[in-house]
């Protein structure tokens, strides 16, 4: 390492994986720096699930207890036609006990604070600043902010998000590695409570999904809809996210209208395309990548769970070769690529079964909500229908 004192290390992303990896790496002895593009921890967000590998890292955190309290409280999906009628409906209550699954959804920016305030007394952050330039030599890693001074690292990490500016600044330009899956999403808080306080509500029509997730008392709205890549649609133009949302949905049934006319008016809508991150390696030199930024897998594969998981396995790699950190990027990889390959190669499928091209599709995904497995439902509905989260984007 460049110094005899404990290793410092940059992270760029204060959201799930970050955070994640500040906590641990302080344990583990070195001294982590968060750097987030935002103003502060952001207040908004949809719901997440911490579930399977990621359990086990939040008890060991203390953070579980926690995370129980700030839960969604959500015990079932329904499925209404155009009319609102109920034609399909899971139990998630039910499915859970029968799975023996000990997972807990929250909202994301939930997850995210209840991870920072687990561990802001032994990292450093700077909040509304950015990485603008990485320079790394066989001893560590020059940065430069938009704001505060260059300073240097021994290590830099990247865990901003299927965006990431750690990934163009250290491996390339974004088109290289993420691949669009042909659907957008969309989000947009109601500003009210939902209807039904404990049932995520979903329509669909063919190419197109709209929900209505209570959250915590106040209703989120979520758009998922088949559309071909537009070329290079920019994050910041929300005029065109509301062009290409009532081009969509024009015509729609059940709450469509109403909900296309607040997005008309919104200032809050957030959108994006839903993506996957395929990347040979997660690291060149004393710069890594962790979470969306590494591996997306987008709004259909437990992206928080993993992020949670890989940022442990990160830290425990790191720990483990501290003057080796090429190695121990490289055992990370390996380790953590076994829970994300089954995740990325299931998009497809999820994608069919939240979306359905055809209204036979629909029908189909419908019946199948009465007949499914609970572990098969509880897989793939909680984590795409109810646990549709925002990528970040840096």
Do not use: C, K
Not at 161 to 166: A, I, M, Q
């Amino acid at each position: 390492m460049a110094t005899t004192s404990a290793p410092t290390v940059l992270i760029s992303g204060a959201g799930i994986a970050g955070t994640t990896l500040a906590y641990w790496l302080a344990r583990h002895g070195f001294r982590p720096t968060v750097v987030e593009r935002a103003a502060g921890l952001r207040s908004s967000g949809s719901p997440v699930d911490v579930r399977g590998p990621a359990v086990p890292v939040a008890e060991r955190m203390g953070v579980l207890p926690g995370l129980r309290e700030a839960a969604t409280r959500v015990s079932a999906l329904s499925f209404v036609d155009a009319a609102g009628r109920q034609v399909g409906r899971v139990d998630l209550g039910a499915l859970r006990r029968a799975a023996g699954r000990r997972e807990v959804e929250v909202t994301r920016a939930d997850l995210a604070r209840i991870l920072h305030d687990a561990g802001r007394d032994t990292a450093e952050y700077l909040f509304g600043d950015t990485v603008t330039a990485l320079r790394q030599d066989p001893d560590g890693v020059d940065v430069d902010f938009a704001h505060a001074a260059p300073r240097r690292f021994d290590l830099v990490v990247g865990a901003d998000g299927l965006h990431s500016t750690t990934r163009r600044l250290a491996f390339g330009p974004e088109a290289e590695f993420v691949e669009h899956l042909g659907l957008y999403v969309a989000t947009l808080p109601l500003g009210g409570p939902a209807e039904r306080a404990t049932e995520v509500v979903l329509h669909n029509a063919p190419g197109r999904m709209v929900s209505v997730h209570p959250v915590r008392g106040e209703a989120l709205a979520a758009f998922v809809f088949r559309h071909p890549g537009v070329a290079g649609p920019d994050l910041r133009d929300t005029g065109l996210h509301r062009r290409l949302l009532t081009e969509a949905y024009r015509g729609g049934g059940w709450r469509i209208p109403e909900l296309l006319d607040r997005v008309r008016g919104a200032e809050d809508l957030w959108f994006d395309a839903v993506s996957r991150v395929r990347i040979d390696r997660w690291s060149n030199g004393r710069i890594g990548l962790l979470g969306d930024a590494a591996s997306s897998v987008s709004l259909f594969g437990d992206g928080s769970t993993l992020a949670m998981a890989g940022a442990h396995t990160l830290a425990e790699e790191l720990a483990a070769a501290p003057g080796d950190p090429v190695a121990a990027f490289a055992r990370y990889r390996a380790r953590h690529r076994a829970l994300v390959d089954p995740r990325q190669g299931g998009v497809a499928t999820a994608a069919a079964l939240l979306v359905p091209a055809t209204r036979a599709g629909i029908a189909a995904r419908n019946a199948a909500t009465r007949l499914w497995p609970a572990a098969a439902a509880l897989s793939w509905l909680r984590a795409t229908a109810a646990g549709a989260g925002r990528p970040s984007a840096r």
